[in-house]
Protein backbone atom coordinates (compact mmCIF):
# COMPACT_ATOMS: atom_id res chain seq x y z
CA UNK A 1 0.00 0.00 0.00
CA UNK A 2 2.20 2.54 1.40
CA UNK A 3 6.16 1.30 1.58
CA UNK A 4 9.45 3.65 2.68
CA UNK A 5 12.55 1.19 1.57
CA UNK A 6 15.76 2.86 3.32
CA UNK A 7 14.37 6.33 3.04
CA UNK A 8 16.54 9.31 4.00
CA UNK A 9 14.86 12.84 3.48
CA UNK A 10 17.99 16.04 3.90
CA UNK A 11 16.62 19.72 4.38
CA UNK A 12 18.92 23.01 4.27
CA UNK A 13 22.20 21.01 4.39
CA UNK A 14 20.79 18.20 7.54
CA UNK A 15 19.68 14.45 7.18
CA UNK A 16 16.33 15.08 9.12
CA UNK A 17 15.54 11.18 8.93
CA UNK A 18 17.95 8.60 7.38
CA UNK A 19 17.58 5.06 6.55
CA UNK A 20 13.86 4.32 7.18
CA UNK A 21 11.90 1.53 6.10
CA UNK A 22 8.19 1.45 6.99
CA UNK A 23 5.50 -0.61 5.31
CA UNK A 24 1.97 0.25 5.80
CA UNK A 25 -0.39 -3.16 5.01
CA UNK A 26 -3.72 -2.55 4.65
CA UNK A 27 -6.13 -2.38 8.24
CA UNK A 28 -3.12 -1.99 10.19
CA UNK A 29 -2.88 0.67 12.80
CA UNK A 30 0.44 2.78 13.64
CA UNK A 31 1.60 5.22 16.28
CA UNK A 32 4.65 7.48 15.06
CA UNK A 33 5.77 9.14 18.21
CA UNK A 34 9.03 10.82 19.29
CA UNK A 35 10.28 14.29 20.61
CA UNK A 36 9.17 17.36 18.55
CA UNK A 37 11.04 18.25 15.75
CA UNK A 38 12.18 14.36 15.83
CA UNK A 39 10.91 14.33 11.99
CA UNK A 40 6.83 12.97 12.74
CA UNK A 41 5.32 15.43 10.29
CA UNK A 42 8.35 14.98 7.67
CA UNK A 43 7.75 11.37 7.61
CA UNK A 44 4.11 11.42 7.01
CA UNK A 45 4.38 13.60 3.88
CA UNK A 46 6.64 11.31 2.47
CA UNK A 47 3.89 8.99 2.63
CA UNK A 48 1.48 11.11 1.08
CA UNK A 49 3.77 12.18 -1.85
CA UNK A 50 4.11 16.03 -0.42
CA UNK A 51 7.83 15.17 -0.16
CA UNK A 52 10.11 13.35 -2.22
CA UNK A 53 12.96 11.34 -0.25
CA UNK A 54 16.28 12.29 -1.13
CA UNK A 55 17.60 9.12 -0.93
CA UNK A 56 15.78 5.49 -1.25
CA UNK A 57 12.41 4.74 -2.62
CA UNK A 58 9.13 5.53 -1.20
CA UNK A 59 5.74 3.16 -3.03
CA UNK A 60 2.44 4.34 -3.53
CA UNK A 61 0.21 1.88 -4.16
CA UNK A 62 2.87 0.07 -5.90
CA UNK A 63 4.28 2.50 -7.97
CA UNK A 64 7.88 4.68 -7.06
CA UNK A 65 6.80 8.51 -6.07
CA UNK A 66 9.61 9.24 -8.08
CA UNK A 67 7.93 8.04 -11.40
CA UNK A 68 4.77 10.04 -10.80
CA UNK A 69 3.82 13.61 -11.79
CA UNK A 70 1.51 16.03 -9.82
CA UNK A 71 -1.60 14.86 -11.37
CA UNK A 72 -0.74 11.35 -10.31
CA UNK A 73 0.32 12.11 -6.78
CA UNK A 74 -3.05 14.03 -7.06
CA UNK A 75 -5.07 10.87 -7.71
CA UNK A 76 -3.20 8.97 -5.30
CA UNK A 77 -3.96 11.66 -2.52
CA UNK A 78 -7.81 10.79 -3.23
CA UNK A 79 -6.97 7.21 -1.38
CA UNK A 80 -4.71 8.88 1.24
CA UNK A 81 -6.58 10.83 3.91
CA UNK A 82 -4.74 13.68 5.61
CA UNK A 83 -5.49 15.36 9.10
CA UNK A 84 -3.28 18.18 9.87
CA UNK A 85 -2.44 19.65 13.28
CA UNK A 86 -3.57 22.62 11.79
CA UNK A 87 -6.63 20.94 10.06
CA UNK A 88 -6.44 24.07 6.92
CA UNK A 89 -9.71 24.88 5.97
CA UNK A 90 -10.66 26.97 3.53
CA UNK A 91 -12.22 30.14 5.56
CA UNK A 92 -14.79 31.22 2.91
CA UNK A 93 -16.94 27.72 2.85
CA UNK A 94 -18.80 26.43 5.35
CA UNK A 95 -17.87 23.08 7.28
CA UNK A 96 -20.17 20.95 5.75
CA UNK A 97 -18.49 22.65 2.03
CA UNK A 98 -14.93 21.81 3.68
CA UNK A 99 -15.91 18.49 4.71
CA UNK A 100 -17.24 17.86 1.29
CA UNK A 101 -14.25 18.97 -1.01
CA UNK A 102 -12.27 16.11 -1.74
CA UNK A 103 -15.83 15.04 -3.36
CA UNK A 104 -15.90 18.47 -5.27
CA UNK A 105 -12.24 18.08 -6.27
CA UNK A 106 -12.80 15.08 -7.67
CA UNK A 107 -15.86 15.63 -9.99
CA UNK A 108 -18.07 13.85 -7.49
CA UNK A 109 -21.88 14.43 -8.40
CA UNK A 110 -22.83 15.83 -5.19
CA UNK A 111 -26.68 15.22 -5.55
CA UNK A 112 -25.51 11.57 -5.32
CA UNK A 113 -23.30 12.29 -2.39
CA UNK A 114 -25.30 14.48 -0.50
CA UNK A 115 -26.54 11.78 2.14
CA UNK A 116 -23.44 9.95 2.63
CA UNK A 117 -21.99 13.58 3.59
CA UNK A 118 -24.79 14.44 6.03
CA UNK A 119 -24.16 10.95 7.60
CA UNK A 120 -20.58 11.77 8.28
CA UNK A 121 -21.26 15.12 9.34
CA UNK A 122 -23.95 13.50 12.00
CA UNK A 123 -20.87 10.62 12.71
CA UNK A 124 -18.14 13.12 13.53
CA UNK A 125 -21.25 15.32 15.66
CA UNK A 126 -20.83 18.46 13.72
CA UNK A 127 -24.90 18.39 12.57
CA UNK A 128 -25.01 21.75 14.25
CA UNK A 129 -22.37 23.05 12.91
CA UNK A 130 -22.59 21.94 8.99
CA UNK A 131 -22.71 25.52 8.23
CA UNK A 132 -20.81 27.74 10.17
CA UNK A 133 -17.37 29.05 9.01
CA UNK A 134 -14.19 27.23 9.98
CA UNK A 135 -13.15 29.83 12.36
CA UNK A 136 -15.91 29.78 14.26
CA UNK A 137 -14.86 26.16 15.48
CA UNK A 138 -13.75 24.96 18.26
CA UNK A 139 -10.25 23.02 18.42
CA UNK A 140 -11.69 19.84 18.44
CA UNK A 141 -14.54 20.71 16.18
CA UNK A 142 -12.25 21.73 13.78
CA UNK A 143 -10.10 18.60 14.19
CA UNK A 144 -13.28 16.28 13.51
CA UNK A 145 -14.25 18.43 10.35
CA UNK A 146 -10.89 17.79 9.48
CA UNK A 147 -10.99 14.19 9.88
CA UNK A 148 -14.33 14.17 7.96
CA UNK A 149 -12.72 15.63 5.42
CA UNK A 150 -10.20 12.72 5.74
CA UNK A 151 -12.40 9.80 5.25
CA UNK A 152 -15.08 10.98 3.19
CA UNK A 153 -13.41 9.49 -0.16
CA UNK A 154 -13.44 6.33 1.75
CA UNK A 155 -9.15 6.47 1.65
CA UNK A 156 -7.69 3.17 1.76
CA UNK A 157 -5.45 5.03 4.40
CA UNK A 158 -5.78 7.54 7.11
CA UNK A 159 -2.53 10.01 7.81
CA UNK A 160 -3.16 11.88 10.98
CA UNK A 161 -0.29 13.93 12.10
CA UNK A 162 -1.01 15.26 16.02
CA UNK A 163 -4.88 15.22 15.68
CA UNK A 164 -5.21 15.38 19.19
CA UNK A 165 -2.83 18.14 19.83
CA UNK A 166 -5.03 21.06 20.30
CA UNK A 167 -7.73 19.31 22.03
CA UNK A 168 -8.64 18.37 25.52
CA UNK A 169 -8.45 14.72 26.93
CA UNK A 170 -11.81 14.16 26.35
CA UNK A 171 -12.07 15.17 23.04
CA UNK A 172 -8.37 13.04 22.06
CA UNK A 173 -10.54 10.38 23.26
CA UNK A 174 -13.51 11.03 21.24
CA UNK A 175 -11.16 11.53 18.24
CA UNK A 176 -9.30 8.07 19.24
CA UNK A 177 -12.82 6.49 18.97
CA UNK A 178 -13.10 7.52 15.67
CA UNK A 179 -10.10 6.72 14.12
CA UNK A 180 -9.96 3.15 16.00
CA UNK A 181 -13.61 2.77 14.39
CA UNK A 182 -11.95 3.66 10.90
CA UNK A 183 -9.76 0.83 11.53
CA UNK A 184 -12.14 -1.38 12.30
CA UNK A 185 -13.64 -0.75 9.15
CA UNK A 186 -10.60 -2.00 6.91
CA UNK A 187 -8.70 1.45 6.78
CA UNK A 188 -5.07 1.67 7.53
CA UNK A 189 -4.35 4.07 10.16
CA UNK A 190 -1.30 5.94 10.88
CA UNK A 191 -1.43 8.73 14.32
CA UNK A 192 2.01 10.94 14.42
CA UNK A 193 1.71 12.00 18.08
CA UNK A 194 3.80 12.80 20.99
CA UNK A 195 1.19 12.37 23.58
CA UNK A 196 2.01 8.87 25.23
CA UNK A 197 -1.10 8.79 26.81
CA UNK A 198 -3.26 8.81 23.70
CA UNK A 199 -0.99 6.04 22.84
CA UNK A 200 -1.41 3.92 26.09
CA UNK A 201 -5.38 4.50 25.88
CA UNK A 202 -5.57 3.10 22.07
CA UNK A 203 -3.54 -0.08 23.24
CA UNK A 204 -6.17 -1.39 25.29
CA UNK A 205 -8.59 -1.01 21.97
CA UNK A 206 -6.96 -1.82 19.11
CA UNK A 207 -3.90 -4.19 18.45
CA UNK A 208 -1.40 -0.92 17.20
CA UNK A 209 2.30 -1.20 15.84
CA UNK A 210 4.23 1.91 17.96
CA UNK A 211 7.31 3.47 15.95
CA UNK A 212 9.65 6.06 17.55
CA UNK A 213 12.39 8.00 15.58
CA UNK A 214 15.40 8.76 17.31
CA UNK A 215 18.49 9.86 16.10
CA UNK A 216 16.96 10.19 12.55
CA UNK A 217 16.06 6.64 12.33
CA UNK A 218 13.07 4.85 13.15
CA UNK A 219 12.82 1.94 15.89
CA UNK A 220 9.81 -0.24 17.04
CA UNK A 221 8.72 1.13 20.48
CA UNK A 222 7.63 -1.03 22.79
CA UNK A 223 7.46 -1.97 26.32
CA UNK A 224 8.09 1.73 27.52
CA UNK A 225 4.83 1.87 26.38
CA UNK B 1 -8.17 15.00 -34.31
CA UNK B 2 -11.53 13.81 -33.13
CA UNK B 3 -10.11 13.33 -29.89
CA UNK B 4 -8.47 16.77 -30.37
CA UNK B 5 -11.70 18.18 -31.29
CA UNK B 6 -13.34 16.32 -28.13
CA UNK B 7 -10.68 18.20 -25.83
CA UNK B 8 -11.20 21.51 -26.57
CA UNK B 9 -15.20 21.20 -26.66
CA UNK B 10 -15.18 19.69 -23.44
CA UNK B 11 -12.83 22.45 -22.28
CA UNK B 12 -14.30 24.83 -24.10
CA UNK B 13 -17.61 24.06 -22.73
CA UNK B 14 -16.58 23.81 -18.97
CA UNK B 15 -15.47 27.53 -19.32
CA UNK B 16 -18.21 28.79 -20.43
CA UNK B 17 -20.94 26.58 -18.46
CA UNK B 18 -18.60 26.23 -15.04
CA UNK B 19 -19.28 24.35 -12.18
CA UNK B 20 -20.58 26.48 -9.38
CA UNK B 21 -19.10 24.35 -7.08
CA UNK B 22 -15.95 24.69 -8.08
CA UNK B 23 -15.86 28.20 -8.99
CA UNK B 24 -16.96 28.38 -4.88
CA UNK B 25 -13.18 26.84 -3.96
CA UNK B 26 -11.35 29.73 -5.12
CA UNK B 27 -12.15 32.78 -2.96
CA UNK B 28 -13.06 36.20 -5.13
CA UNK B 29 -10.34 38.16 -4.61
CA UNK B 30 -11.51 41.74 -4.62
CA UNK B 31 -8.57 43.95 -6.45
CA UNK B 32 -7.82 41.60 -8.97
CA UNK B 33 -10.90 41.21 -10.33
CA UNK B 34 -11.46 44.60 -10.61
CA UNK B 35 -7.92 45.71 -12.43
CA UNK B 36 -8.86 42.56 -14.85
CA UNK B 37 -12.14 44.24 -15.10
CA UNK B 38 -10.85 48.06 -16.17
CA UNK B 39 -7.95 46.93 -17.86
CA UNK B 40 -9.92 44.66 -20.42
CA UNK B 41 -12.57 47.29 -20.80
CA UNK B 42 -10.33 50.00 -21.51
CA UNK B 43 -7.97 47.77 -23.57
CA UNK B 44 -11.41 46.97 -25.65
CA UNK B 45 -12.14 50.76 -25.39
CA UNK B 46 -9.04 51.51 -27.47
CA UNK B 47 -9.18 48.41 -29.51
CA UNK B 48 -12.26 49.80 -30.86
CA UNK B 49 -10.70 53.11 -32.38
CA UNK B 50 -7.35 50.96 -33.20
CA UNK B 51 -9.54 49.23 -35.24
CA UNK B 52 -11.77 52.04 -36.68
CA UNK B 53 -8.35 53.55 -37.45
CA UNK B 54 -7.14 50.32 -39.35
CA UNK B 55 -10.64 50.48 -41.33
CA UNK B 56 -10.91 53.87 -42.62
CA UNK B 57 -7.34 53.73 -43.76
CA UNK B 58 -7.98 50.52 -45.45
CA UNK B 59 -10.84 52.58 -47.15
CA UNK B 60 -8.97 55.27 -47.83
CA UNK B 61 -6.19 53.43 -49.60
CA UNK B 62 -8.46 51.32 -51.67
CA UNK B 63 -10.13 54.46 -52.59
CA UNK B 64 -6.90 55.90 -54.03
CA UNK B 65 -5.39 52.88 -55.19
CA UNK B 66 -8.93 52.07 -57.36
CA UNK B 67 -10.49 54.98 -57.94
CA UNK B 68 -8.11 57.66 -58.25
CA UNK B 69 -5.72 54.91 -60.23
CA UNK B 70 -9.09 54.85 -62.97
CA UNK B 71 -8.99 58.73 -62.95
CA UNK B 72 -6.39 61.33 -65.09
CA UNK B 73 -7.01 64.86 -65.81
CA UNK B 74 -6.20 66.75 -68.92
CA UNK B 75 -5.41 70.28 -68.33
CA UNK B 76 -5.61 73.04 -71.37
CA UNK B 77 -3.85 76.17 -71.05
CA UNK B 78 -3.78 78.24 -74.48
CA UNK B 79 -4.68 81.44 -75.53
CA UNK B 80 -8.30 82.73 -75.07
CA UNK B 81 -8.96 82.19 -78.65
CA UNK B 82 -7.39 79.05 -79.16
CA UNK B 83 -8.80 76.91 -75.88
CA UNK B 84 -12.30 75.42 -77.53
CA UNK B 85 -10.12 74.30 -80.67
CA UNK B 86 -7.23 72.97 -78.02
CA UNK B 87 -10.05 71.07 -76.53
CA UNK B 88 -11.76 69.69 -79.19
CA UNK B 89 -8.75 67.83 -80.41
CA UNK B 90 -8.16 66.62 -77.46
CA UNK B 91 -11.41 65.22 -77.02
CA UNK B 92 -10.53 63.72 -80.40
CA UNK B 93 -7.85 62.20 -79.58
CA UNK B 94 -8.72 60.56 -76.01
CA UNK B 95 -11.45 59.23 -78.35
CA UNK B 96 -9.54 57.73 -80.27
CA UNK B 97 -6.84 56.06 -77.33
CA UNK B 98 -6.96 52.58 -76.52
CA UNK B 99 -7.74 52.05 -72.70
CA UNK B 100 -10.13 55.17 -71.93
CA UNK B 101 -13.77 54.75 -71.55
CA UNK B 102 -14.63 58.05 -71.43
CA UNK B 103 -13.69 61.60 -71.68
CA UNK B 104 -15.67 64.80 -70.52
CA UNK B 105 -15.16 68.59 -70.18
CA UNK B 106 -15.46 69.59 -66.60
CA UNK B 107 -18.58 71.91 -66.90
CA UNK B 108 -18.08 75.55 -65.54
CA UNK B 109 -20.06 74.82 -61.92
CA UNK B 110 -18.00 71.97 -61.54
CA UNK B 111 -15.02 73.47 -61.56
CA UNK B 112 -16.16 76.65 -59.29
CA UNK B 113 -16.83 74.19 -56.94
CA UNK B 114 -13.37 73.04 -57.61
CA UNK B 115 -12.33 76.41 -56.57
CA UNK B 116 -14.34 77.41 -53.89
CA UNK B 117 -12.62 75.94 -50.85
CA UNK B 118 -9.81 78.56 -52.00
CA UNK B 119 -11.72 81.86 -53.73
CA UNK B 120 -15.27 81.37 -51.66
CA UNK B 121 -18.26 81.28 -53.32
CA UNK B 122 -19.77 83.33 -56.37
CA UNK B 123 -16.39 83.16 -58.30
CA UNK B 124 -16.98 84.72 -61.77
CA UNK B 125 -15.23 81.61 -63.47
CA UNK B 126 -16.01 82.56 -67.02
CA UNK B 127 -14.46 86.00 -66.74
CA UNK B 128 -10.87 84.51 -65.22
CA UNK B 129 -7.89 82.77 -67.58
CA UNK B 130 -8.40 79.41 -65.94
CA UNK B 131 -7.65 76.67 -67.77
CA UNK B 132 -9.84 74.14 -69.07
CA UNK B 133 -10.28 70.89 -67.52
CA UNK B 134 -11.40 67.27 -68.78
CA UNK B 135 -11.59 64.25 -66.63
CA UNK B 136 -10.54 60.80 -68.61
CA UNK B 137 -11.86 57.25 -66.92
CA UNK B 138 -9.83 54.72 -68.03
CA UNK B 139 -10.92 50.81 -68.36
CA UNK B 140 -9.33 47.74 -69.08
CA UNK B 141 -5.15 47.60 -68.02
CA UNK B 142 -5.72 51.77 -68.85
CA UNK B 143 -3.99 53.88 -71.31
CA UNK B 144 -0.59 54.03 -72.46
CA UNK B 145 0.44 57.83 -71.04
CA UNK B 146 3.72 58.73 -72.66
CA UNK B 147 2.08 57.26 -76.02
CA UNK B 148 -0.32 59.93 -75.31
CA UNK B 149 1.54 62.68 -73.93
CA UNK B 150 2.90 62.86 -77.68
CA UNK B 151 0.04 62.89 -79.54
CA UNK B 152 -1.76 65.22 -77.51
CA UNK B 153 1.59 67.65 -77.79
CA UNK B 154 1.11 67.37 -81.80
CA UNK B 155 -2.84 67.97 -81.46
CA UNK B 156 -3.13 70.32 -78.47
CA UNK B 157 0.16 72.07 -77.62
CA UNK B 158 -1.46 73.50 -74.34
CA UNK B 159 -2.18 70.14 -72.72
CA UNK B 160 -0.99 69.24 -69.60
CA UNK B 161 -1.74 65.20 -68.91
CA UNK B 162 -1.78 64.80 -64.91
CA UNK B 163 -2.35 60.80 -64.09
CA UNK B 164 -2.18 61.53 -60.55
CA UNK B 165 0.63 58.83 -60.17
CA UNK B 166 2.69 62.23 -58.25
CA UNK B 167 0.41 62.66 -55.11
CA UNK B 168 -1.48 59.49 -55.30
CA UNK B 169 2.08 57.06 -54.48
CA UNK B 170 2.73 58.94 -51.28
CA UNK B 171 -0.96 59.29 -50.04
CA UNK B 172 -1.48 55.32 -50.65
CA UNK B 173 1.99 54.68 -48.66
CA UNK B 174 1.19 56.73 -46.00
CA UNK B 175 -2.64 55.20 -45.70
CA UNK B 176 -0.74 51.90 -45.69
CA UNK B 177 1.20 52.64 -43.23
CA UNK B 178 -1.35 54.03 -41.01
CA UNK B 179 -3.39 50.96 -40.98
CA UNK B 180 -0.33 48.82 -40.02
CA UNK B 181 0.10 51.32 -37.28
CA UNK B 182 -3.72 50.55 -36.66
CA UNK B 183 -2.96 47.30 -37.29
CA UNK B 184 0.80 47.47 -34.73
CA UNK B 185 -1.81 49.00 -32.06
CA UNK B 186 -4.57 46.30 -31.69
CA UNK B 187 -1.64 44.06 -31.27
CA UNK B 188 -0.13 45.93 -28.33
CA UNK B 189 -3.25 46.56 -27.12
CA UNK B 190 -3.71 43.23 -26.74
CA UNK B 191 -0.27 42.26 -24.85
CA UNK B 192 -0.58 45.08 -22.35
CA UNK B 193 -4.43 43.16 -21.56
CA UNK B 194 -2.14 40.09 -21.84
CA UNK B 195 0.41 41.73 -18.91
CA UNK B 196 -2.44 42.96 -17.06
CA UNK B 197 -4.20 40.00 -16.68
CA UNK B 198 -1.18 37.96 -16.05
CA UNK B 199 0.14 40.07 -13.31
CA UNK B 200 -3.23 40.11 -12.03
CA UNK B 201 -3.73 36.26 -11.98
CA UNK B 202 -0.03 36.31 -10.46
CA UNK B 203 -1.20 38.52 -7.58
CA UNK B 204 -4.34 35.96 -7.45
CA UNK B 205 -3.26 32.59 -7.33
CA UNK B 206 0.17 34.21 -4.39
CA UNK B 207 -3.10 35.21 -2.67
CA UNK B 208 -4.46 31.90 -2.76
CA UNK B 209 -1.27 29.90 -1.49
CA UNK B 210 -3.23 28.61 1.08
CA UNK B 211 -5.98 27.79 -1.11
CA UNK B 212 -3.94 25.91 -3.49
CA UNK B 213 -2.46 24.15 -0.94
CA UNK B 214 -5.28 22.99 0.68
CA UNK B 215 -6.78 22.17 -2.81
CA UNK B 216 -3.49 19.92 -3.13
CA UNK B 217 -3.82 17.89 -0.05
CA UNK B 218 -7.02 17.11 -1.00
CA UNK B 219 -6.54 15.30 -4.37
CA UNK B 220 -7.01 18.08 -6.92
CA UNK B 221 -5.17 18.18 -9.63
CA UNK B 222 -3.36 21.12 -11.47
CA UNK B 223 -5.70 21.37 -13.92
CA UNK B 224 -8.55 21.25 -11.82
CA UNK B 225 -6.96 24.57 -9.86
CA UNK B 226 -5.98 26.26 -12.69
CA UNK B 227 -9.34 25.60 -13.91
CA UNK B 228 -10.67 27.68 -11.32
CA UNK B 229 -8.60 30.68 -12.17
CA UNK B 230 -8.76 30.57 -16.01
CA UNK B 231 -12.57 30.46 -15.36
CA UNK B 232 -12.80 33.33 -13.24
CA UNK B 233 -10.37 35.55 -15.35
CA UNK B 234 -11.51 34.46 -18.92
CA UNK B 235 -15.37 35.51 -17.51
CA UNK B 236 -13.88 38.50 -16.61
CA UNK B 237 -12.00 39.87 -19.33
CA UNK B 238 -14.89 39.26 -21.29
CA UNK B 239 -17.22 41.06 -19.38
CA UNK B 240 -14.55 43.91 -19.25
CA UNK B 241 -14.12 43.39 -22.83
CA UNK B 242 -18.03 43.62 -23.80
CA UNK B 243 -18.98 46.92 -21.42
CA UNK B 244 -15.66 48.77 -23.42
CA UNK B 245 -16.41 47.45 -26.53
CA UNK B 246 -19.87 48.49 -26.44
CA UNK B 247 -18.35 52.25 -24.89
CA UNK B 248 -16.05 52.29 -27.70
CA UNK B 249 -18.77 51.92 -30.28
CA UNK B 250 -21.03 54.56 -28.66
CA UNK B 251 -18.14 56.52 -28.83
CA UNK B 252 -17.17 56.23 -33.08
CA UNK B 253 -21.30 56.69 -33.17
CA UNK B 254 -20.97 60.55 -32.09
CA UNK B 255 -17.72 61.16 -34.26
CA UNK B 256 -19.20 63.32 -37.40
CA UNK B 257 -20.04 61.65 -40.02
CA UNK B 258 -18.18 61.75 -43.69
CA UNK B 259 -18.77 65.03 -45.63
CA UNK B 260 -18.49 66.37 -48.61
CA UNK B 261 -15.23 66.95 -48.71
CA UNK B 262 -14.37 63.73 -47.69
CA UNK B 263 -11.99 64.72 -45.23
CA UNK B 264 -10.20 61.50 -43.40
CA UNK B 265 -11.11 62.22 -39.73
CA UNK B 266 -14.63 62.74 -40.01
CA UNK B 267 -14.30 58.96 -42.24
CA UNK B 268 -13.35 57.92 -39.06
CA UNK B 269 -15.83 54.73 -37.94
CA UNK B 270 -17.25 51.55 -39.56
CA UNK B 271 -19.26 51.09 -42.72
CA UNK B 272 -21.54 48.45 -43.86
CA UNK B 273 -20.55 44.95 -42.73
CA UNK B 274 -17.24 46.39 -40.88
CA UNK B 275 -19.68 47.38 -37.60
CA UNK B 276 -19.46 43.42 -37.21
CA UNK B 277 -15.88 43.51 -36.51
CA UNK B 278 -15.84 45.71 -32.92
CA UNK B 279 -17.71 42.04 -31.83
CA UNK B 280 -14.69 40.22 -31.96
CA UNK B 281 -12.77 42.02 -29.73
CA UNK B 282 -14.47 40.47 -26.51
CA UNK B 283 -14.19 37.65 -27.61
CA UNK B 284 -10.12 37.70 -28.30
CA UNK B 285 -10.15 39.93 -25.25
CA UNK B 286 -11.71 36.33 -23.45
CA UNK B 287 -9.15 34.22 -25.51
CA UNK B 288 -6.20 36.61 -24.51
CA UNK B 289 -7.53 36.43 -21.02
CA UNK B 290 -7.56 32.80 -20.58
CA UNK B 291 -4.05 32.08 -22.53
CA UNK B 292 -2.51 34.46 -20.03
CA UNK B 293 -4.53 33.09 -17.06
CA UNK B 294 -3.45 29.88 -18.02
CA UNK B 295 0.01 30.54 -18.77
CA UNK B 296 0.00 31.95 -15.02
CA UNK B 297 -1.57 29.45 -13.06
CA UNK B 298 0.72 26.72 -14.78
CA UNK B 299 3.77 28.58 -13.67
CA UNK B 300 2.87 29.32 -10.14
CA UNK B 301 1.73 26.24 -9.53
CA UNK B 302 4.81 24.46 -11.23
CA UNK B 303 6.58 27.04 -8.82
CA UNK B 304 4.65 26.21 -5.43
CA UNK B 305 5.07 22.36 -6.39
Known amino acids: ?33 GPSGAGKTTLLKLCYGA ?71 NWVGLKSRAEALPPE ?42 LIELNRMGKTVMIATHDLGLIRAAKSQVQARVLRISNRRLQLAGADL | ?11 FSGLIIGDSQADRVVPPTGF ?5 LFSAGAMAFLAVFALALSLATSRLADRWGDELARASTLRISAPEGQIQAQTDAALKVLKTTPGIASARTLTSDEQKALLEPWFGPDLPVERLPIPRLIEIIEEGDGYDADGLRLRLSAEAPGAVLDDHTRWRKPLISAASRLRLLGWLSLLLIGGTMAAMITLAANAALSAN ?10 GATDGYIAQAFERRFTLRGLMGAG ?54 ARRTLENMA
Request: hydrophobic letters at 50%; a negative charge.
Open chain 1, 1 to 33: MIELENVAYSYGGGELLSDISLRLQPGSFHFLT
Open chain 1, 51 to 121: LFPTAGQVQLFDRDVRSLDRDDIALARRRIGVVHQDCQFLNHLSVEENIALPLTVSGRDMLNEGANLRELV
Open chain 1, 137 to 178: LSGGERQRAALARAVIMSPDVILADEPTGNVDWEMSQRLLRL
Open chain 2, 1 to 11: MKELFGQFVER
Open chain 2, 32 to 36: TAWLT
Open chain 2, 209 to 218: AQVISVLRLV
Open chain 2, 243 to 296: VGMIAGVLATLILPSTDVAGGFLTGLGFQGWHWLWPLLIPLLAGAVAYAATRAA
